[in-house]
């Protein structure tokens, strides 16, 4: 299947310093892809450079194989985009900006904007400034969901709603792809939300993919091994994509991100002893892949 956003070489420069670094990924249609990174990966960069708010220094970023940042009307128009901090007219009532934003799009869902606005407790006639900021966020959250766009691009989506309003917004964002088969793309630092919606996973380090794939296969991929062997391991005890390790002894806790490289039994032979493979939480993965 075609790849529906994509990037290839991504480089973005802010004065000196280097934000995106070679950045190459590909996104099918109806994929539900989170991207995960500490504060200062990228993330926010990436995504504002996808959609053309900012200038790329480098390299090619495509949605509908419309190059970032010339993208046509009619792409335009198929990409809902949340920011990760209110981007709304502050004045306005919230009926109002729903009326302004609408007469923008040729295709507008009423009833999906009421139902969201009642499920969300929003009222319709309050002004936008009076809201809280989980609030703006959710009003924002349908505001691009209105137009019922082909592309969901959310940068930080839930990091001002309670726990009650993720699960709900995220309900709408699985409910939104397997009904209509949305490509969503989206940032987070919320590991487990991210586990309850996103199949696939982009992490960024350093400006840098580190991984894209499937969640399942990254957590098949890293791995602890508890080791504990017979005598005392050697100190220059390194195993193919090891990450971290402690040792004391005859004891080892290593962790590696290339599992499926390693031959457990030939390694327990060689150091003559016994190893336990103990699977790590998406959580652990990042803090270890950051470590």
């Given at each position: 299947?075609?790849?529906?956003?994509?990037?290839?070489?991504?480089?973005?420069?802010f004065?000196d310093?280097?934000?995106?670094?070679?950045?190459?990924f590909?996104?099918?249609?109806?994929?539900?892809?989170?991207?995960?990174?500490?504060?200062?990966?990228?993330?926010?960069?990436?995504?504002?450079?996808?959609v053309?708010f900012?200038?790329?220094?480098?390299?090619?970023?495509?949605?509908?194989?419309?190059?970032?940042?010339?993208?046509?009307?009619?792409?335009?128009?198929?990409?809902?985009?949340?920011?990760?901090?209110?981007?709304l007219?502050?004045?306005?009532?919230?009926?109002?900006?729903?009326?302004?934003?609408?007469?923008f799009?040729?295709?507008?869902?009423?009833?999906?904007?009421?139902?969201?606005?009642?499920e969300?407790?929003?009222?319709?006639?309050?002004?936008?400034?009076?809201?809280?900021?989980?609030?703006?966020?959710?009003?924002?959250?349908i505001?691009?969901?209105?137009?019922?766009?082909?592309?969901?691009?959310?940068?930080?989506?839930?990091?001002?709603?309670?726990?009650?309003?993720?699960?709900?917004?995220?309900?709408?964002?699985?409910?939104?792809?397997?009904?209509?088969?949305?490509?969503?793309?989206?940032?987070?630092?919320?590991?487990?939300?991210?586990?309850?919606?996103?199949?696939?996973?982009?992490?960024?380090?350093?400006?840098?993919?580190?991984?894209q794939?499937?969640?399942?296969?990254?957590?098949?991929?890293?791995?602890?091994?508890?080791?504990?062997?017979?005598?005392?391991?050697?100190?220059?005890?390194?195993?193919?994509?090891?990450?971290?390790?402690?040792?004391?002894?005859?004891?080892?806790?290593?962790?590696?991100?290339?599992?499926?490289?390693?031959?457990?039994?030939?390694?327990?032979?060689?150091?003559?002893?016994?190893?336990?493979?103990?699977?790590?939480?998406?959580?652990?993965?990042?803090?270890?892949?950051?470590?």
């Open positions: 299947m075609e790849s529906i956003i994509s990037a290839k070489n991504l480089r973005k420069t004065k310093q280097r934000v995106l670094s070679d950045v190459t590909n996104i099918k249609k109806g994929s539900v892809v989170g991207i995960l990174g500490s504060n200062g990966a990228g993330k926010t960069t990436l995504l504002r450079t996808l053309g900012y200038n790329r220094d480098g390299g090619e970023a495509k949605i509908f194989n419309d190059s970032s940042p010339n993208l046509s009307a009619q792409t335009k128009h198929k990409i809902g985009f949340v920011a990760q901090e209110s981007e007219l502050s004045w306005m009532k919230v009926k109002q900006i729903i009326k302004y934003t609408k007469s799009y040729n295709v507008w869902d009423d009833a999906l904007v009421s139902n969201l606005l009642k969300w407790d929003i009222d319709s006639n309050k002004v936008i400034q009076k809201l809280s900021v989980g609030q703006q966020q959710k009003l924002s959250i505001l691009a969901l209105a137009h019922k766009p082909e592309i969901l691009i959310l940068d930080e989506p839930v990091a001002s709603l309670d726990p009650l309003s993720r699960r709900k917004f995220i309900k709408t964002l699985i409910d939104k792809n397997l009904d209509e088969e949305t490509t969503i793309l989206f940032s987070t630092h919320i590991t487990s939300d991210l586990e309850r919606v996103a199949a696939e996973l982009l992490i960024l380090k350093d400006g840098s993919v580190k991984f794939g499937d969640v399942d296969e990254l957590k098949e991929t890293v791995a602890k091994l508890n080791i504990r062997a017979s005598g005392s391991l050697p100190d220059d005890l390194m195993l193919p994509g090891q990450i971290s390790m402690s040792k004391s002894g005859n004891v080892a806790q290593i962790v590696t991100e290339e599992l499926k490289g390693i031959d457990i039994n030939d390694l327990k032979q060689k150091l003559n002893a016994d190893i336990s493979i103990e699977k790590l939480s998406l959580e652990d993965i990042f803090v270890e892949l950051h470590s």
